[in-house]
């Protein structure tokens, strides 16, 4: 099962890319947008922590570094529910420096951190992306060829 956090124009889009595509979603937003994923067979949650809970890949694209920081970290958030090899791949726009402390909390919870462009290497590593290549490339998101850290 694949979670989803955020629903927004960005967001919405790639949730039914991959329900069309044949996954399973469990999705969720604040402003509570679900309807048309659940009239695709997408699976609603109350928070971010139950996204979590219930899925093993948990995507975010969120509008803001403050929203990514709360969904991720914050009270009910992801980090509460992140089960043992677990990936969150973050697809908003955050700083290096949220990507890494971000990283450094999933790995705390024994799970992959994957920000939205790779770009903070040594929060990747080759078989998180062999796990979540297929789905990125259903969303219509290219993984950049890297040396891993």
Do not use: H
């Not at 099962?1 to 604040?30: E, H, Q, R, S």
């Not at 996204?51 to 969904?71: C, D, G, R, W």
């Not at 078989?127 to 950049?144: F, H, K, N, T, W």
Request: charged share 20%; with cysteine; proline share 3%.
């Amino acid at each position: 099962m694949i979670g989803f956090i955020g629903l927004g124009v960005l967001g919405k889009p790639k949730a039914m890319k991959l329900i069309k595509a044949g996954y399973k979603l469990v999705v969720y937003d604040k402003l509570g947008v679900l309807d048309e994923l659940l009239s695709m067979g997408a699976e609603g949650a109350v928070s971010n922590r139950e996204v979590a809970l219930k899925s093993n890949i948990i995507i975010t694209m969120l509008p803001n570094i403050v929203q990514v920081k709360e969904a991720i970290l914050g009270a009910g958030g992801v980090i509460e529910g992140l089960k043992t090899g677990s990936i969150v791949v973050e697809m908003s726009s955050v700083s290096p420096d949220l990507s890494r402390e971000l990283a450094a909390a999933v790995a705390e919870k024994n799970a992959a951190y994957l920000d939205n462009t790779i770009a903070v290497t040594d929060c990747a590593d080759k078989a998180s992306l062999d796990r979540i290549e297929p789905i990125l490339a259903a969303m219509g998101v290219s993984v950049p060829l890297l040396t891993l850290a």
